[in-house]
């Protein structure tokens, strides 16, 4: 196969190192999941019984069928965390390293900013600023061309939901100054 | 013959330019899904269902599966050209269809992998065609304790046949049993698991999870990767379509075993990634030179793309006739079903015949326009993928949130669809397998309304799942399936107990 036959060829500038240290093993994540979903199980296992687990006259009472699924949960993780801290493979498989951590907040930390912009100024102008930022910040696409991609993807949004298919989102104080 | 009959009812209620525009833009829409990485079969319908919301059932059933056709079909691009399996699905088809793309061959793998993925759902179909019916007639007979008992079998093979570790699953499953009884109880009306809420007491919805476990999760993984990409562009003319067809004959071997195994695998919760590899491993035991698969060979690319169609198709099956998803996209088009207002299962051939054999007719006509559109449009699709995952990565989010906030107009359900994400990050980076939690999401309260009115009517009495030979079968196969790593190694042991000995008398 000769290089010209290649005619796609997308690069990756951010990519993450392949050499980069890693933050954790798969074990602590087994085990810190485990105990989360034992507490979890736990929780609702107890408002369950609180609710009821038992009979009455009418049947099983609401919290029949949940309790003995929380049960069976808190059994399952209780297990899950046994044998994650006897296996051997788990404690030497990476779950993520440094370098794969930074590009994964690199999406994280915008969506979560994305999600709070939303609350407070309606998902349109949420939208506009994620994608516009992350384009320009993380991508290192031209200024220009992150504002116009953002302003006609929202746009295009704005009209295939909120005019075209009566699909309402919520929306800021920008849209209300518009009369939406 | 009834089937042939309704079947072209069905195909009437099709013909329409609104239905047949929805299938274009539902296939395009699919192929584009497809193609992208981070996005895939399940995270496609569930992002682009609440733009049905507003259609009738069938519009809407028609444009969605189109999308899942799409995918299917939108999978295999990248696999050829790019070595870059665009689903889990077609990673057996880079095998084969990358050493045929670096050979010069792109032209005729992709149409092989077009041809057969058509082949293999066209079998699907017809299987759909005349047994679903069948099927579905049979389970009208099901009383509570019955369906109990299927819903029963659905999760114990997913235990026991799955490949990830058992607890993983189990985890999976009564987490998603867990959350699908979130709110108020349909029964007595008691709020559950509420916590004193007001955004719990409607319950966690299946649909904001899934975008969130399948749309969120899958971009946070696929950004811990080396996007970088290089690979081949082709066009396909007529004459290679042509000539890779009239060689199709013989290998019709191969497809009928490719059909049968994805038919089978699809119906039962095997799933396609399971059956296109054993699809193209089964190709590899009965060729007569095996080693020259993995070097772009023809059958490499038939074998796994007609099992992995087959078996994305036959999933639908178990979802028309019982209201049982075969599959994660079957699961989201049932909670799709649930918000239009129709209630999946036996009854659906019943009340709604319009619905299923439009849906069915569908499954054909979207084929076909399938095929001749990406034979037709490959390179287009290809060159999708010169767009920067840095601008592809944050619409894919946008179009989550809007999915996710439309289903009940909640700002809650966004927060939790980025929880959902998470959850669905860790989960898969640990080996928790995410299907059963969907499925146990979507069938989790009528697998409990099922049982407690089996509990009602037997007055508590467990027995009532053996009570005659229907459901006592179905129960127990469903405990036979939970522990079958168990009785298969007991098998084994008393098998090499056995086996010594004769062979110690055959010496002697």
Redesign the interface.
């Known amino acids: ?1 000769s290089e010209s ?8 500038p951010t ?2 190192e392949e050499n980069s240290p890693a933050v954790t093993s ?1 074990r602590t ?2 085990v810190v ?1 485990s105990l989360l ?1 034992l507490a ?2 736990l929780t ?1 296992g107890y ?2 019984w609180r ?2 687990m038992g ?1 009455d006259p ?9 309790f003995y ?2 049960v ?2 808190a059994a ?2 209780l ?2 965390l046994i ?1 994650a801290l006897v296996s051997r493979a788990a404690a030497s498989e990476t ?2 390293t440094r370098a ?1 951590l930074r ?2 907040m ?3 930390v ?3 900013l ?2 709070l912009v ?2 407070f100024l309606g ?1 349109y102008v949420a ?1 506009f600023l ?2 516009a930022g ?2 320009w910040f ?4 031209a200024l220009w061309k992150s504002l116009l ?1 953002a302003f006609v ?2 746009a295009l ?1 704005f009209v ?2 909120d005019i075209a ?6 929306k800021g104080p920008l849209e209300a100054a518009f009369g939406y | 013959m009834e089937a042939f009959g309704l079947l072209l009812h069905g195909f009437a209620v099709l013909l329409t330019w609104k239905i047949l525009a929805l299938m274009m833009v539902g296939l395009v829409l699919g192929i584009f899904v497809g193609v992208l990485p981070g996005l895939g079969g399940p995270n496609g319908v569930a992002i682009l269902l ?2 049905t ?2 259609m009738d059932p069938t519009s809407a059933i028609v444009m969605l599966s189109c999308i899942y056709w799409g995918a299917l079909f939108g999978g295999a691009i990248t696999s050829i ?2 070595n870059i399996p665009g689903e889990a699905w077609s990673v057996a088809t880079t095998f084969d269809g990358y050493p045929m793309a ?3 061959r792109a032209a005729e793998a992709l149409t092989a992998a077009f041809t057969s993925s058509f082949i293999g759902s066209l079998v699907a179909v017809l299987l759909i065609t005349f047994l679903a019916p069948v099927i579905s007639s049979f389970a009208l007979k099901f009383g509570p304790p019955e369906f109990f008992a299927v819903y029963l079998l659905t999760f114990c093979s997913f235990v026991g046949l799955g490949r990830e ?1 058992k ?2 699953t ?2 999976s499953m ?2 998603g ?2 959350l699908a ?1 979130v709110g108020m ?1 349909t ?2 009306g ?4 509420t ?1 004193g809420s007001a955004d719990l007491l409607r319950g966690i919805n299946f649909l904001v999870a899934v975008i969130g476990l399948f749309g ?1 999760s899958e ?2 993984l696929t ?11 082709a066009s396909i003319s007529l004459r290679v379509v042509l000539s890779v067809w009239k060689d199709l004959p013989k290998y019709w071997a191969t497809l009928l075993r490719s059909s049968v195994i994805g038919c089978w695998l699809g119906i039962t919760p095997g799933g396609a990634i399971a059956a296109s590899f054993m699809g193209y491993n089964l190709a590899k035991r009965f060729s007569k030179d095996p080693d020259s698969f993995g070097k772009g060979r023809i059958e490499g690319v038939f074998a796994p793309e007609t099992a992995a169609h087959a078996s994305g198709t036959a999933a639908l099956l178990p979802m028309l006739a019982l209201g049982i998803p075969g599959s994660g996209t079957a699961a989201i088009l049932l909670g799709g079903l649930m918000v239009w207002g129709l209630n999946p299962g036996p009854l659906l051939f019943v009340e709604h015949k319009d619905f299923v054999w439009g849906l069915i007719a569908s499954m054909y006509l979207g084929n076909v326009v399938g095929l001749v559109l990406v034979l037709s449009t490959v390179p287009i699709f ?2 999708i ?2 767009v ?4 592809v ?3 894919i ?3 989550c ?2 999915g996710a ?2 289903i009940q ?1 909640a ?1 809650f359900d ?2 939790l669809m ?1 929880v959902f ?2 959850v669905g ?3 898969k ?2 080996g ?1 397998p995410l299907a059963p939690f969907t499925l146990a999401l979507v069938l989790g309260s009528r697998a ?1 309304d099922a ?2 009115l089996s ?2 009517g037997s007055g ?1 009495d467990l027995r009532v799942f053996w009570s005659n030979a229907l459901v006592g079968s179905i129960t127990t196969l469903a405990f036979v399936l939970l522990f079958w790593t168990v009785i298969s190694r007991v098998f084994e042991v008393i098998g090499r107990l056995v086996r010594p000995n004769e062979a110690a008398r055959t010496q002697s």
């Open positions: 196969m036959e290649l005619e796609i060829v997308v690069d990756d990519a993450p798969n994540v087994e999941v979903l979890l199980a609702l408002d369950n609710t009821g009979w009418s049947g099983p009472e609401a919290g029949y069928f949940p699924l929380a069976i949960l399952a993780s297990y899950g044998a779950f993520v794969q590009r994964v690199a999406v994280f915008p969506t979560l994305f999600c939303t609350q998902l939208s994620l994608i992350f384009m993380v991508g290192r696409i991609t993807f929202t949004m295939t939901f298919f009566d699909v309402i989102m919520p | 609440p733009l919301f507003t050209l790019f670096q050979q010069g570790d607890h993983k189990v985890i009564a987490l049993l867990l009884g109880d029964v007595s008691q709020l559950r698991m916590f969120i971009i946070l950004m811990e990767e080396r996007l970088a990409l290089r690979g081949h562009a290809a060159a993928l010169r920067p995952f840095a601008a990565a944050p619409m989010v946008v179009s949130a809007i906030y439309a107009n700002m966004i927060w980025l994400g998470v990050y860790v989960f980076k640990i928790i409990e049982f407690r509990m009602i508590g």
